[in-house]
């Protein structure tokens, strides 16, 4: 590790800050009712989809310790929870981890 | 300067049942914990999510400074995995701008956007007046950005009583949040195709190129939800 910490990190902040200022620059000459609006917003939930997916089906840390089929069990029953708590974001998020520990000690 | 009745309404976002906190929490939790094993000082993991705060960059800030990557590499690096952050932004600032409000507000505040603030975001704009959306905005990104914060130094200082099984769990937590998220937003053609396609697309290009397949992926299938959307009418 070469590189002053403070450094690295003011390097990443502003690599991160470079995409939030461009988009704000572009987004003062869109109208929300234009089509490159909707467009924009296809594109934001799309690749937001893309990026869930590869973080659960090729994750890079710790979840990869843990095998497909506990993880495939794990989100449809946490989608399910979902369903059944009538939209509540609590329940699953908390059951979701419950049920990966058990099913990653006893599978 | 900014509206405390609206900032305090977004503020409380964090509550109720569709809380973004645990969420948030676990997973700068598994950070903090992360930038401590690095060789990071209490004061360098506060000061990196309070800058960055976007964890997926803050991940391949970590995986390359142990490979001891150069700062144009960092910089690269995460410049593309965090690139995400720019259809959102522009998908987001054009529901907040107004006339009346002033410009440093939105250069400030897009520093708030991350996947949770922006679909709480998205799911609650409707219910508030344009001018007041960016005090509302304002509200929500102080509250994620906080929990954040305090997240990363409970991560710092409870490190060493985070084993394995606990990290792993800790792990699935974001993700199932998102995902639920994700179907609650499914509300339109549009939408529900993009999560559809990005859903299969962005693991399939994976295959061709781990490093490009969120964008490449996300490109084509937000660009097809797009069409076939103005085709039946949104």
Redesign the interface.
């Known amino acids: 590790m070469g590189n002053n910490i403070l450094v690295v990190i003011i390097v990443t902040s502003l690599a991160t800050y470079l995409s939030r200022f461009l988009g704000v620059v572009s987004a003062e000459k869109i109208k929300e009712t234009s089509k490159i609006f909707r467009w924009f917003n296809c594109l934001a939930y799309s690749t937001l989809a893309a990026l869930i997916a590869r973080i659960v089906i090729f994750p890079s840390g710790t979840l990869s310790e843990v095998d497909y089929l506990v993880r495939f069990i794990v989100v449809i029953l946490s989608i399910v929870i979902f369903f059944l708590t009538k939209k509540n974001l609590v329940y699953p998020t908390l059951f979701s981890a419950m049920i990966l520990s058990l099913l990653n000690v006893y599978l | 300067m900014v509206d405390t009745e609206y900032f305090l309404k977004g503020f409380k976002s964090i509550k109720g ?4 906190a ?2 948030l929490g ?1 997973s700068f939790i ?1 950070i903090g914990a992360l930038l401590k094993n690095l ?3 209490i004061q ?1 993991s506060i ?2 999510t309070f ?4 964890l ?6 970590a ?4 490979i ?1 990557a ?2 144009i590499n ?3 690096a ?2 593309l995995v ?14 907040l ?1 107004h006339e009346n409000q002033p410009r440093w507000k ?2 400030l505040s ?2 708030f ?1 991350a ?1 949770s603030s ?1 679909l709480i975001m998205k799911d609650n704009y409707e219910n508030i007046e344009k001018e007041n959306r960016i005090d509302f905005w304002i509200g929500i990104g102080t509250a994620t950005w906080s929990v954040a914060i305090v997240s990363t130094v409970i991560g710092y200082v409870v490190s060493d009583f985070l084993n ?2 606990i ?7 974001n ?11 499914m509300k339109t053609i ?2 529900s ?11 399939v ?2 295959f061709l190129s ?1 490093e490009w ?3 490449f ?3 084509i ?3 097809i ?2 069409l076939i ?2 085709k039946n009418g ?1």
């Open positions: 049942v569709g809380s973004p645990i969420a676990a598994a060789g990071f000082s360098e000061f990196s800058l960055t705060y976007a997926p960059g803050s991940l391949v800030m995986e390359s400074m142990l001891g150069s700062l960092i910089f690269l995460v410049w965090n690139a995400r952050l720019y259809p959102m932004t522009v998908a987001l600032m054009p529901l701008i939105y250069y897009c520093h956007i996947v922006w394995k099984d990290l792993i769990g800790l792990s699935i937590i993700p199932i949040y998102f995902i639920c998220m994700m179907i609650g937003a549009q939408i195709l993009s999560v559809a396609l990005g859903t299969i697309l962005g693991p290009f994976y781990p397949c969120i964008l992926g996300g490109f299938a937000g660009t939800a797009f959307g103005e949104k």
